[in-house]
Antibody, heavy 125, light 107 residues
Framework: EVQLVESGGGLVQPGGSLRLSCAAS????????MNWVRQAPGKGLEWVSY????????YYADSVKGRFTISRDNAKNSLYLQMNSLRAEDTAVYYC??????????????????WGQGTMVTVSS | VIWMTQSPSLLSASTGDRVTISCRMS??????LAWYQQKPGKAPELLIY???TLQSGVPSRFSGSGSGTDFTLTISCLQSEDFATYYC?????????FGPGTKVDIK
């Protein structure tokens, strides 16, 4: 079964750090581009970050650039998101999501065909 | 940045109804559009990509149409499991972005 499982969420104070992990199974992880997408409580979806299959290309949303770092370990079938200098507005459910190969473009990030169950990050004092 | 609107924001319908949701772009995006379904407490699920291509495993009662700036998601015969929130997403330009969502609830 194709599956993504996130972990690492929790309660953190403003200015603090957190590292999210996403474990992939059921597919050849090293062949796929991966992303993080978040959803604030009661709000819509916001794309956060992208990493290419090899890890050589990385993109960030302006809202997290300079504070978040995406990485992957293909040997461990794992995706990561290091979140520093956290703010209240970063409070959200964070999903890892696989890019659909049929929607890949050279200009932007495509659609997302597999999603994890999400992990909640709460930034509050 | 491409601005996206969805209408209606809330749609009350009954099982068996034909339902149509609209997604409009601030600029043309050809057919680089996807639709997702999200149920409470669950992750989104991809329904349609390339504006009209049904994702594998998605029931045929779902269909998508449109190109350029105006797109439509249609559910031909609403089932009980279809009550959810639906989002469109453009992947024509960077950054990829989502519409604000349309909640389909029980009339």
């Amino acid at each position: 079964e194709v599956q993504l499982v996130e972990s690492g969420g929790g309660l953190v104070q403003p200015g603090g750090s957190l590292r999210l992990s996403c474990a992939a199974s059921g597919f050849t992880f090293s062949s796929y581009e991966m992303n993080w997408v978040r959803q604030a409580p009661g709000k819509g979806l916001e794309w956060v970050s992208y990493i290419s299959s090899s890890g050589s290309t990385i993109y960030y949303a302006d809202s997290v650039k300079g504070r978040f770092t995406i990485s992957r370990d293909n040997a461990k079938n794992s995706l990561y998101l290091q979140m520093n200098s956290l703010r209240a507005e970063d409070t959200a459910v964070y999903y890892c999501a696989r890019e659909h190969t049929s929607t890949m473009t050279t200009v932007t990030v495509g659609a997302f065909d597999i999603w994890g169950q999400g992990t909640m990050v709460t930034v509050s004092s | 940045v491409i601005w996206m609107t969805q209408s209606p924001s809330l749609l009350s319908a009954s099982t068996g109804d034909r339902v149509t949701i609209s997604c409009r772009m601030s600029q043309g995006i050809s057919s680089y559009l996807a639709w997702y379904q999200q149920k409470p407490g669950k992750a989104p699920e991809l329904l349609i990509y390339a504006a009209s291509t049904l994702q594998s495993g998605v029931p045929s009662r779902f269909s998508g149409s449109g190109s350029g700036t105006d797109f439509t998601l249609t559910i031909s015969c609403l089932q009980s499991e279809d009550f959810a929130t639906y989002y469109c997403q453009q992947y024509y330009s960077f950054p990829p972005s989502f519409g604000p969502g349309t909640k389909v609830d029980i009339k």
